[in-house]
């Protein structure tokens, strides 16, 4: 049975979605991207997407530095 669409999380999510579930600033979703601190974003049309379920289980993982945050997710590939 498949399950109602209206309460399963999206796939992708733009920087105003990111920063109310991180419950920051949208200005802080760039600076982190740009520091390299979230985890890397798709672009898509033009526009710059998350994966939702990489959020959260980056989030399960501590927030680490996106390149620590590879690493971790390379591993358990």
Known sequence: MMS????????LVGADEVARLLSVA???????LDS????SPLRIGGRTLWNHD??????Q???PP???WEQVRG???
């Open 4 to 11: 109602n669409k209206a309460t399963t999380a999206p796939l």
């Open 26 to 32: 949208k200005s802080t979703v760039y600076s982190w």
């Open 36 to 39: 390299g601190r979230l985890p």
């Open 66 to 68: 996106r390149v620590k």
């Open 54 to 59: 990489e959020l959260q289980r980056w989030v």
């Open 75 to 77: 591993a358990a590939r």
């Open 61 to 63: 993982a501590g927030a």
